[in-house]
């Protein structure tokens, strides 16, 4: 699953784009029927003790496909650049390491039929 995480973008703004930002990131690693997680933070970046409204941070969280990052990462600063008025889009990338996630699935049971 990959993870995009943003921190302060208006929640209108997170609305109406965030099903473009999972379209976009599901296009552009290629790995169709993969999750991909799109969640907002209400963080409000200050400066001189100010809020600064036009600044957003994306944190990006997959495995190690550091050029589909890259991609992704451009993509992403344009978007929210152009739709979403921001004048400063910084981009952080991890990865998940495979010990770190574990996956559980619900087992059949009798007892739903």
Request: glycine share 6%; proline share 5%.
């Amino acid at each position: 699953m990959l993870s995009v995480h943003i921190k302060g973008l208006r929640k209108k703004v997170f609305s109406r784009l965030a099903p473009e930002i999972a379209k976009t990131v599901s296009e552009l690693i290629r790995a169709p029927g993969e999750p991909v997680l799109v969640s907002r933070d209400a963080a409000v970046f200050y400066e001189d003790g100010a809020p600064r409204r036009n600044m957003v941070l994306v944190e990006l969280r997959w495995r190690t496909r550091p050029q589909e990052m890259l991609e992704l990462a451009e993509r992403l600063r344009v978007l929210l650049q152009d739709a979403a008025g921001c004048s400063e889009v910084a981009v952080s990338f991890g990865q998940w390491q495979p010990e770190e996630l574990y996956t559980f699935h619900a087992e059949e049971s009798g007892l739903d039929e």
